[in-house]
């Protein structure tokens, strides 16, 4: 079961284990993990996987590589959490202000929202703090591993049957298609 299909259980031991989360990372972002907002990534595409999916692991790198440098952990699981919401909306380098306004809005601190706008360094500003930066690196990673775990599932069919779903779900590429 991937990151994603697992949002919304009510069952929050249950939910954290398929997330692979540990209880001190869980409890700093539990509220994030079942925001609307969140949870309607689920249906949305990204790196030709669940959007959700990418979240969770740039949120878990970020955790992990927190602890490493002294950057304060919650602040980088949240911002990783939410760092590309509504990505679509806006262009390789100013995305992340576009998700850093929605994190804003959901009433998330200052310090979240600074690490998230230059989360595509070098596209787009530098990060101006030390948990900005953890981002940029953990969004890196999680990037790459949404990549060769699409590859990975070429094989099976599962990847290309998943990208089909989630471009029929994803409210963006509908918009896009009608576009058209
Ligand atoms: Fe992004
Ligand atoms: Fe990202």
């Given amino acids: 079961m991937s ?8 069952n929050d031991e249950l939910s954290r284990r398929l997330r692979g989360l540990s209880h001190a990372m869980y409890a ?14 689920r249906w949305e ?61 959901l009433g998330e601190s200052k310090d979240v929202c600074e690490a998230i706008v230059p ?3 070098p596209l787009g500003p530098a990060p101006k703090s030390r948990e900005g930066w953890v981002l940029v690196v953990a969004d890196k990673i999680a990037s790459v591993v949404d ?17 089909k779903e989630l471009r029929a779900t994803d409210k963006y590429m509908q918009r896009e298609v009608a576009a058209n």
């Fill in 147 to 163: 990549t060769l775990h699409f590859v990975a599932h070429l094989i099976t069919g599962k990847s290309l049957q998943k990208r």
């Fill in 119 to 121: 989360h595509m360094y």
């Fill in 28 to 41: 700093e972002v539990q509220d994030l993990l079942h925001h609307p907002t969140f949870l309607e990534t």
């Fill in 3 to 10: 990151f994603g299909e697992s949002m919304g259980s009510k």
């Fill in 45 to 105: 595409i990204h790196h030709n996987v669940c959007k959700s999916d990418h979240l969770l692991r740039s949120a878990h790198y970020a955790w992990m590589i927190a602890v490493a440098v002294r950057a304060n952990r919650r602040t980088c699981a949240r911002a990783g959490l939410l760092h590309d919401l509504h990505s679509r909306l806006g262009t390789w380098s100013n995305h992340g202000a576009i998700a850093a306004s929605v994190a804003s809005r």
